[in-house]
């Protein structure tokens, strides 16, 4: 369990235990709001919540961008509301920044490019015999095809769990999404006997695992891990000047 450190730690405690009953808690809500709590124990030690530390922590840093200000304080302006609604701040949140606009094209795959992408994935080669370096060439073949097939967000996939994934109807019940709602996908019977083997090959090396998609240490895999993956496989298949972002 999180220990909190600021003036308002109990307020703070409060709020996540809401936001983890309500199921709209994220990792990188939590990490931003564990972040503000040091700041203003740090700077603010064993004062309540006030309208300076909150001006203080989300003004928008010369080193971040508008889009990566609203991130790192949004957690905050829900947090103040969460206070507001029930009368316990005066607090006022900070209005949110006009984010920039974004002149990134999207690139469109060609039939090509994903033949050559697959290829790559199908043809990954362990560095040793064992299971820690199998569980890429196991792996990356079925989750990239997953993404694909089912057009589930990569956080969706890294963070789902065995028992979210109906082998038998071929159902996936997603709970860690962007929009915080749960909601369902079905998959085409050819991408669930492909999770079928997936499942029955990864049970023989780590039985008994607690994600669908879990790396050596008993985990989900991290975003750093599909960006490196992705990006590794992508620039192999189809060359360094042609890559999309992951």
């Given amino acids: 369990m999180v220990s909190y450190q600021s003036g308002f ?6 709020y996540v235990f809401y936001q983890e009953s309500s199921g709209s808690w994220s990792e ?19 004062r309540t919540l006030c309208q300076e530390m909150v001006d203080a922590w989300c003004q928008k840093r010369d080193t971040e961008t508008k889009s990566s200000c609203i991130t790192r304080t949004g957690v905050i ?11 316990m701040t005066d607090v006022l949140p ?17 039939r090509e490019e994903l033949q050559n992408f697959f290829h790559e994935c199908d043809s990954i ?3 040793k015999p064992s299971p820690k370096f199998l569980l890429p060439k196991i792996t990356c073949p079925v989750f990239f095809r997953l993404l694909y097939s089912s057009g589930i967000r990569t956080t969706e996939a890294r963070k789902l769990k065995r028992s979210e994934v109906d082998l038998v109807h071929g159902v996936l019940d997603i709970h860690e999404t962007k929009g915080y709602a749960q909601h369902y996908v079905a998959l085409h019977d050819s991408m669930t006997d492909l999770l079928k083997q997936y499942d029955r090959e990864v049970e ?5 695992r607690t994600y669908f998609f879990e790396n050596a240490m008993g985990n989900g895999y991290s975003r750093q891990w599909v960006v490196y993956i992705f990006r590794k496989l992508w620039e192999k298949a189809n060359g360094k000047n042609n890559r999309p972002v992951a």
């Fill in 204 to 208: 023989k090396i780590y039985p008994g």
């Fill in 77 to 87: 302006r829900s947090f103040i509301s969460y206070l507001q609604k029930r009368g």
């Fill in 94 to 110: 900070m209005p949110v920044p006009k984010a920039e606009k974004r002149t990134r094209v999207p690139h469109a795959f060609t």
């Fill in 9 to 14: 730690a109990d307020l703070i405690e409060k």
């Fill in 125 to 127: 080669v362990p560095y």
């Fill in 28 to 46: 990188v809500r939590a990490r931003n709001l564990r972040y503000f709590d040091r700041f203003c124990a740090e700077r603010f030690p064993g």
